[in-house]
């Protein structure tokens, strides 16, 4: 994934850098959006920068994060979900119980079958553990890795308000997803931010 991040860094700092000229763009071409959505992309490909570069790392963790989503869910229903578990029977059901400090990875915070548990305090720890991460991922690139100019006007106003808004669909989603996928998930944060900062120092 270093390499991708590397490259999603770097292209995201590119398209903040054209940030000052799309605005102008934006000001001559603002009601014809065809025109300005053509001037866009010649300007992008006159400076060698590529939007959906800043996708990649996502796009290759989402089948990741969706596979172990659905063998958890499946466990946890007692439905074998893979070839891997329909000709392994028994593993379902030991992945169903499997415990970590006491609380199922298999479990979820709602709904709260057996009442307030392990499982419910480990979910309330990692919803927390990965609202805080994303919180300082984004204020660390907001203030390290993004140019003044950048933060002024209206969408310096939009990333200032994602920088509130973005973790908290972590307390909306986290309670109805598996604690496996969630310990998985604040994992590849905690490694995000660390590749994050080490690039940032690494690269100015």
């Known amino acids: ?12 700092r590119a398209m903040q850098a054209l940030q000052p000229k799309v605005q102008a763009l934006q000001e001559k071409y603002g009601s014809d959006r065809e025109r300005l959505g053509q ?19 996502m796009l290759i963790q ?22 891997f578990f329909v000709d392994n029977p ?20 709602l709904p709260m079958t057996n009442g307030f548990g392990a499982t419910q305090v480990l979910t309330l720890i990692m ?18 890795n993004t140019p003044p100019a950048s933060l002024e006007g209206t969408m ?9 808004v973005m973790p908290l669909t972590y307390v909306f989603v986290g309670p109805s997803i598996p604690i496996g996928v969630l310990l998985y998930w604040a994992t590849s944060n905690l ?5 994050q900062w080490w690039v940032i120092r690494s690269y100015p």
């Open 39 to 57: 001037e866009t992309m010649k300007l992008y490909k006159e400076e060698g920068v590529s939007p959906t570069s800043s996708c990649l790392p």
């Open 1 to 12: 994934m270093m390499p991708l991040y590397a490259k999603q860094l770097n292209s995201s």
């Open 62 to 83: 989402l089948p990741i994060f969706w596979g172990l989503y659905r063998v958890l869910y499946g466990a946890a229903q007692g439905q074998a979900r893979g070839t």
């Open 90 to 109: 028994d593993l379902v059901e030991s992945l169903r119980h499997a415990t970590l400090f006491n609380a199922q990875l298999s479990g979820t915070f």
């Open 191 to 195: 490694w995000t931010m660390v590749q």
């Open 127 to 144: 919803i927390i553990l990965m609202t805080a991460l994303l919180f300082f991922q984004q204020l660390q690139m907001l203030k390290r």
């Open 156 to 164: 310096g106003q939009q990333m200032k308000m994602m920088l509130y």
